[in-house]
């Protein structure tokens, strides 16, 4: 059994890389609060700093990348789900806000 990422697999990855470079520096200072760039605004504070992610990370159609393409996702394999987990936990990436409504497939 081959596990070789697929040209196609590669692209999603250096697309979401493109994305995250481009969105998250700028995204992470708006909602530092303090020099060591955490965000210090209760659980409220936390809550709409995962809203606010989930719609930039909506902008670029990777907020539920198993939705179908017509929903806004990009209709994702379990490959670029492997990958696009791994990249997110490489990032660091910030939490979003409703993690279960963006992830079950299922039955489309």
């Known amino acids: 059994m081959d596990f070789a990422w697929s040209p196609e697999d590669i692209a999603f990855k ?27 605004r ?11 992610w989930q719609n930039k990370l909506n902008e670029g159609r990777w907020a539920a990348i198993l939705w179908p393409e017509e929903w806004g996702g990009r209709a ?20 979003i806000f409703n993690a279960n409504g963006t992830r079950d497939h299922q039955g489309w």
């Open 14 to 40: 250096e697309e979401l890389e493109a994305f995250l470079d481009k969105e998250m520096p700028p995204f992470i200072e708006q909602w530092a609060d303090n020099e060591d760039g955490e965000v210090a």
């Open 42 to 52: 209760g659980v409220m504070g936390v809550m709409d700093k995962r809203k606010a």
């Open 76 to 95: 994702a394999t379990t490959a670029q789900q492997v990958i696009y987990t791994q990249v997110m936990a490489k990032y660091r990436s910030p939490g």
